[in-house]
């Protein structure tokens, strides 16, 4: 488990850096106007991560199935051990392509959301006349 966690928390990293300076880019640009935009820069972050990510699972799964079908000695410790670790990857592939960018495109949206929301003017506090009413 502590293997398959750190394996996913550094890919997860590698794709939030990926996705953090897409969208840099692109409002670096002038091109962070909308929703619109932001989808486009996530799309572009996470499509840069699949060929990486691929590469990194399928090794893993390389490594790992041969694992499955060991005969030897010590090979049913061995496969309880594959299993999980196949499982995982497998969940954590799905996880940094799918799920990952739609948290970061909810995440940078409120922020935009934010920026981009009209400042309200103070409202002035209406203070009543010596009787004491309206004050603390």
């Known amino acids: 488990m502590i293997a398959l966690a750190g394996l996913d928390a550094e890919t997860g990293l590698v794709m939030l850096l990926y996705l953090d300076n897409s969208y840099e880019r692109f409002k670096a640009e002038g091109r962070m106007r909308n929703k619109d935009d932001l989808w486009h ?74 920026e981009m929301a009209p400042a309200r003017p103070l409202e002035p506090i209406a203070v009543s006349g010596g009787n004491g009413e309206g004050r603390p």
């Open 41 to 114: 820069a996530v799309h572009d972050g996470a499509v840069k991560r699949i060929r990486p990510k691929t590469m990194t699972v399928a090794a893993a799964f390389i490594g790992l199935v041969p694992l499955l079908w060991a005969t030897g000695t010590g090979a049913d410790v061995m496969r309880r051990l594959a299993a999980p670790m196949l499982g995982g990857l497998f969940t954590s592939f799905l996880m940094e392509l799918l799920i990952y960018p739609i948290i970061f495109f909810i995440a940078k949206g409120l922020v935009m959301r934010r």
